[in-house]
């Protein structure tokens, strides 16, 4: 094993803690899910394993008359005899579930939403104002379609009549000049099939009818035509948010724009702020989804103006909600900034929110508001040199996991493990042992226990990517490959989920996890296929990795792009594998300043040396090994023994090697000395927490350069 070879630094970095979860404030309601049911049905079907839930649905959606028989029997075991909810229409429920793509962690969460939907349509089908009896007696067989088991197309097909029947009776009188009631009474009708359409998750036809409900209004009737343009926008907005549909999301925005010029800020301030509440939402949903930051900005305008109405004198409850909103996209813009200001602001905002999400109040809403700051502060601490910020996080994680339980929020609990063990994995890399990293590993395989490929496959491929993150890291401090092919592993299951066209930065990410592992592992082989691969990999991930997009994450994947060409370059005879890893690492450095992120900073600069002490090794002149020498120095200027003992001994190592090369170059002892010194510094952690064999490799070197000392000296 060369000496050279011996310099590798890994700093896992840019791994992404558990995705925040955006406080929902809809309309004029809490979206329905499992954390607000209490009895009957839905808290039956919201406490049973996903995979049986799951189950269910596969009966339900049976052509088969045996399936059927089998779920009615299961139905009238679990379902109270007092539901209010028949065992037809639990059934017909889990027909809607299988009729859209729908996650299987998420099909009890929707299963709720349905059946809340459907208790308030039949009343409000019912409430519909009618004074034609016909229109009536239509109204009254819509209302009767939905009892017992539920007929949608039916109720539809009901209300569609009755409005044909307002309709034409609207013409017959326009020549009168009466015809805005009649227009009211269609609008109503018309409105009543798009709740229809959302009882069964038909979002985008429900939003279309919530606008052609809107334009039917006479324009006087502003305060109604704001709120048809607001269902409208809601409606977009769980078509965009639940099925992927960008497209659908610009139109929330639109219809949310329609509605606040309908009714303004001053006619109806907490309307209009529920509104801009509302656009925030859609704002964020997209630009979370898309490069750049421009949505994201327009969704912290907009909930900073929520705010100017929603106050917490006002209504405390609502202003917390839209305080953890704030901070969820101010920590999204400062993910993809190099500063840390967004992720401060974000941090601020979600401390504002706990001081009325008490746990005495609201245990749920306020262990997940604890999630959230735990992950900004995870985030901040990977860019600090100290390791206060990820402490922080993990006293948060453990907080939120005294009510997350596994037992009663399996999913929620799943995530907060996840956060908790990207918290320890970021201190394990900086610590000289490996319990923090061991505990992260154990805690990813605990997560994964409940975030099944089945049950959740984005999430299940994110802690699969974390996962392989962290066996990356240890791999690094064990002499084997056995980490390290199970890193490789963890990373192509991830991508199996995590794709360039369903999530184009997670599979960048991916991306470079891989070509890092791949990278080890081709250092500690002999060819060069594995480091070919990781190049590969590496420049993959930077088409979607961009400077512009996410400037941290591309810096750190030029960094690892030069370690790859570097260690190719050591390979072989020329020098132009290695000009190209110079140029990656100095890249690098432009973003990688050390006032943004000093321990990065440093990470670049200490290969950067590596790679210029390679390409001075080859050269006559020295220019290359000073700039070497110069980089190692700057690099232990923040990589000090205190706050990252093993980086700095792998400096140390390295200044030594570039210090001895240029010793062997002069006719005097001064650098010899130099990087014998070095060298015994980096024995004081080296020989407790390096393999044996790295550290008899600068032992070794340390000698002969003594030797060499003494030889020269005894002339």
């Keep these: 094993m060369s000496l050279r070879r011996a310099l590798l630094v890994l700093l896992i970095a840019n791994v992404v803690a558990a995705s925040p979860a955006l406080a929902q404030l809809l309309g004029d309601r809490v979206e329905a899910n499992c954390s607000f049911v209490d009895n009957g049905p839905v808290a039956v079907l919201c406490g049973l394993p996903p995979e049986q839930v799951a189950g269910l649905v596969k009966l339900a959606a049976s052509p088969s008359a045996g399936d059927r028989a089998v779920l009615f029997v299961r139905l009238h075991e679990i379902v109270p005899r007092d539901s209010r909810l028949p065992v037809e229409a639990v059934a017909r429920f889990l027909e809607i579930l299988h009729e859209q793509p729908i996650d299987e962690a998420k099909l009890a969460d929707r299963f709720a939403r349905i059946a809340r939907e459907h208790v308030r349509l039949v009343p409000e089908i019912r409430a519909l104002p009618a004074a034609d009896p016909e229109v009536q007696a239509l109204r009254d067989a819509a209302a009767a379609a939905l009892q017992g088991a539920p007929d949608h197309d039916r109720a539809r097909a009901e209300l569609e009549e009755a409005r044909n029947l307002v309709r034409a009776k609207r013409v017959a009188r326009i020549a009168a000049s009466m015809p805005a009631d009649q227009a009211r009474e269609e609008a109503a009708l018309v409105r009543a099939q798009a709740r229809v359409e959302t009882a069964r998750l038909r979002f985008a036809a429900a939003a279309r009818l919530h606008e052609e409900a809107a334009r039917l209004l006479p324009a006087e009737d502003r305060e109604g035509r ?361 890249l690098a450095l432009q973003e990688l300043t050390r006032e943004r992120v000093p321990l990065q900073w440093a990470e670049a600069q200490m290969n950067l040396g590596n790679a210029l002490a390679r390409l001075g090794e080859r050269e006559a002149t020295t220019a290359r090994l000073e700039e070497a020498v110069s980089s190692f120095r700057l690099a232990l200027l923040e990589w000090t023994r205190e706050r990252v003992p093993l980086q700095w001994a792998q400096t140390q190592m390295s200044l030594g090697v570039a210090l001895s090369v240029l010793g062997e170059r002069e006719t005097g002892t001064a650098r010899l000395v130099e990087a014998v010194t070095a060298w015994d510094l980096c024995l004081t952690v080296g020989d407790s927490g390096w393999p044996q064999e790295r550290a008899g490799v600068v032992r070794s070197a340390r000698d002969q350069a003594q030797a060499e000392i003494a030889r020269r000296l005894s002339k």
Excluded: C
């Design 226 to 586: 704001a709120a048809d343009w607001a269902s409208a926008g809601l409606r977009w907005t769980d078509q965009g948010r639940g099925f992927g549909d960008d497209p659908a999301l610009v139109n929330a925005i639109a219809a949310f724009q329609a509605a606040m010029e309908e009714q303004t800020r001053t006619q109806a301030p907490l309307h209009w702020a529920r509104t801009q509440l509302n656009l925030a939402n859609a704002f964020y949903f997209l630009g979370a989804r898309e490069p750049g930051t421009g949505r994201l900005e327009a969704a912290v305008v907009a909930y900073r103006l929520a705010l100017q109405e929603t106050t917490r004198e006002r209504m405390p409850r609502d202003w917390a909600a839209t305080q953890t909103n704030l901070g969820v996209a101010l920590a999204a813009l400062g993910e993809r900034e190099s500063g840390k200001g967004r992720l401060e602001e974000s941090a601020v905002a979600y401390r504002l929110a706990l001081q009325e999400r008490t746990r005495e109040r609201t245990p749920l809403d306020w262990a997940s508001t604890q999630v959230n700051l735990a992950s900004v502060l995870v985030m901040l601490g990977e860019r600090e040199s100290g390791t206060d910020r990820l402490e922080e996080a993990v006293a948060a994680y453990r907080l939120a996991l005294q009510e997350m339980t596994r037992e009663r929020m399996p999913f929620d609990w799943a995530r907060a493990r996840g956060g908790l063990a990207t918290a320890f994995m970021l201190l394990g890399v900086r610590e000289a042992g490996t319990a923090r990293l061991e505990a992260a590993v154990a805690d990813y395989r605990l997560a994964l226990e409940e975030m099944t490929h089945e049950r959740a496959p984005l999430d299940w491929g994110q802690l699969q990517m974390n996962l392989g993150a962290t066996l990356l890291a240890l791999a690094e401090r064990e002499p084997g490959t056995e980490r390290l092919e199970e890193a490789v592993s963890a990373f192509e299951l991830a991508q199996q989920e995590l794709t360039r066209e369903r999530a184009p930065f997670e599979w960048a990410r991916t991306q470079w996890g891989l070509g890092t592992a791949l990278m080890v592992l081709g250092e500690r082989e002999t060819g060069p296929g594995r480091l070919e691969q990781a190049v590969s990999a590496f420049r993959l991930a930077l088409q979607e990795i961009t400077r512009e997009g996410m400037p941290l994450q591309w810096a750190q994947t030029q960094i690892n792009l030069g370690n790859a060409l570097s260690t190719l370059g050591a390979r072989g005879t020329g020098t132009a594998r290695l000009e190209e890893a110079v140029s990656a690492f100095r």
